[in-house]
T-cell receptor, first 114, second 115 residues
Framework: SQQGEEDPQALSIQEGENATMNCSYKTSINNLQWYRQNSGRGLVHLILIRSNEREKHSGRLRVTLDTSKKSSSLLITASRAADTASYFCATDLMFSGGYNKLIFGAGTRLAVHP | GAGVSQSPSNKVTEKGKDVELRCDPISGHTALYWYRQSLGQGLEFLIYFQGNSAPDKSGLPSDRFSAERTGGSVSTLTIQRTQQEDSAVYLC?????????????FGAGTRLSVL
């Protein structure tokens, strides 16, 4: 099964509302990242939070990490129609040999209506 | 180049044919990844290259899939005797071993349709 699992699978909101997406994972991580994917395009990195951090902000994005619960949340405040996309969490697993493997969840499809 | 480049952007092929997908990573990025994404799904890890080390092929779904990375730069993913279940978007990503080495930069993908 996927290391990272997001919920909800789909979220539909109005412009101006906040959108919250959650991610749970199973094993110890180096860090957790959130990526965005517009329809038919590649993924774009949004934010990285390290395992020793609890909260991080970037513009209208706020990410929290609770390693005791093995969960993270992504909050998008004051959403815009342009935020419509799929959002994926990716856990960076500790591997010997000095490289990192990201394991992606199935994503949350966010639709923001004008 | 400025970003990760993949070609072709779309590929339609007949069942049983072989296909080659190309990825040109960001210049200087030593790590390169291939993923597969089925419609509406997350990313499935296929293979990872890092410098001159042996690649991590643990995600390749069958021996019909193979990948090479020549000269530590361009990579090709080859699917032999394609099947309909191979239809998906194939994404390539690269990352640097400097700075934030964990962040991956993605190409726009190759949409493969096997008829």
């Amino acid at each position: 099964s996927q290391q990272g699992e997001e919920d909800p699978q789909a979220l539909s909101i109005q412009e101006g509302e906040n959108a919250t997406m959650n991610c749970s994972y199973k094993t110890s991580i180096n860090n957790l990242q959130w990526y965005r994917q517009n329809s038919g395009r590649g993924l774009v990195h949004l934010i990285l939070i390290r395992s020793n951090e609890r909260e991080k902000h970037s513009g209208r994005l706020r990410v929290t990490l609770d390693t005791s619960k093995k969960s993270s949340s992504l909050l998008i405040t004051a959403s815009r129609a342009a935020d419509t996309a799929s959002y994926f969490c990716a856990t960076d697993l500790m591997f010997s040999g000095g490289y990192n493997k990201l394991i992606f969840g199935a994503g949350t499809r966010l639709a923001v209506h004008p | 180049g400025a970003g990760v480049s993949q070609s072709p952007s779309n590929k339609v092929t007949e069942k049983g044919k072989d296909v080659e997908l190309r990825c040109d990573p960001i210049s200087g990025h030593t790590a390169l990844y291939w993923y597969r994404q089925s419609l509406g799904q997350g990313l499935e890890f296929l293979i990872y290259f890092q410098g001159n080390s042996a690649p991590d092929k643990s995600g390749l779904p069958s021996d019909r899939f193979s990948a090479e990375r020549t000269g530590g730069s361009v990579s090709t993913l080859t699917i032999q005797r394609t099947q309909q279940e191979d239809s998906a978007v194939y994404l390539c990503a690269s990352s640097s071993m400097e700075g934030e080495k964990n962040i991956q930069y993605f190409g726009a993908g190759t949409r493969l349709s096997v008829l």
